[in-house]
């Protein structure tokens, strides 16, 4: 098993009492548990099982919290012999001083982007690439970067220092090997360098079917969307069909609540922040009837 110990310093005039609402940095400690599980994930493969425990103490206006760091190898040992050293391979992906350096750590190169956008990313040789945000450049390894796109690690990141130098009282994060005794401390000017920026949505796929819906409302605004059911759920449709728009707004076609529809209809899927989600589109509609049943009789010619 591979352990190290490292220290997070929260300072600022709300522990000059030696006491603070257990609530204000809960957040910010389960972070640091997302940071190495990701930095596991993403780096080691999930090859570690990573534990975080803390030990803290106050002292005039500043809470100190020692953390412990364990990872064994849940893998085949003789493929991976490097358990004895993950943990501050961890430590210093992470960014945590006195460990051994991997040049641009994740706290370093966040503290370098600043919520700009980067605009070009270079691979280079040796595992490295180059990334460029406007004529500014730094290298980095590979691994970084990656992690870098990961969402979990970036609010991570936001709740362990953006969010918690939101609150009164606290005027720096400071992180620093429990050996070494070095620190580096981030002020509260820095804080919205951490905050994590909405990823972009990610288009998953699109396909067209021909379909049978039920009519619950229609709008009759310039591009509201019109709500239907399929029989098992309701949803909001644009109707792009032009044609049968143009009869809508002509007062050619009559609705009533209930009327079924035969249409194509198109559904775009796409990951966003928020999950899952499905935009769907009507190209055309084929026909309209009234749901209205009628019992079956015998024909009078019969």
């Not at 364990?70 to 085949?76: L, M, Q, V, Y």
């Not at 919205?192 to 949505?201: G, K, T, V």
């Not at 379909?211 to 591009?223: D, N, R, T, V, Y």
Request: charged share 30%.
């Amino acid at each position: 098993m591979s352990t190290g110990r490292f220290h997070i310093v929260f300072d600022g005039p709300a522990f000059d009492e030696h006491e603070m609402n257990v609530r204000d940095l809960a957040p910010a400690l389960l972070a640091v548990s997302d940071i190495f599980d990701e930095i596991n994930r993403i780096t080691f493969d999930s090859r570690y099982k990573v534990g975080i425990n803390v030990r803290a103490s106050f002292k005039t206006g500043s809470f100190l919290t020692e953390l412990g760091a364990h990872a064994t190898e849940i893998i085949d040992f003789f493929k991976y012999n490097e358990t004895a050293g993950a943990v501050a391979n961890m430590m210093s992906i992470f960014g945590i001083p006195g460990v051994a350096p991997v040049g641009y750590s994740l706290l370093k190169f966040i503290r370098w982007v600043r919520r700009r956008k980067i605009t070009r990313v270079v691979e280079l040789a040796g595992g490295k690439v180059r990334v460029e945000i406007d004529g500014d450049a730094v290298e980095v390894e590979r691994a970084i970067i990656e992690l870098f796109k990961s969402q979990k690690l970036r609010k991570a990141f936001e709740d362990l220092i953006a969010n918690t130098l939101r609150k009164n009282g606290i005027d720096t994060v400071g992180f620093g090997d429990a050996e070494a005794k070095t620190f580096i401390s981030i002020p509260r000017e820095e804080g919205p360098s951490f905050i994590a920026d909405e990823p972009e949505d990610e288009p998953i796929g699109t396909s067209t079917r021909r379909a049978h819906l039920q009519l619950i409302s229609p709008c009759f605004q310039e591009g509201n969307k019109w709500r239907f059911s399929d029989g098992s759920v309701s949803f909001h449709a644009e109707i792009r069909d032009m044609i049968f728009l143009g009869k809508v707004m002509r007062g050619e076609a009559a609705f009533a609540k209930g009327d079924i529809l035969d249409v194509e209809m198109t559904e775009t899927q796409a990951l966003t922040a928020k999950g899952l989600s499905t935009e769907r589109f009507i190209e055309h509609v084929y026909g309209q009837r009234n749901p209205i049943r009628q019992y079956r009789l015998p024909s009078l010619d019969d």
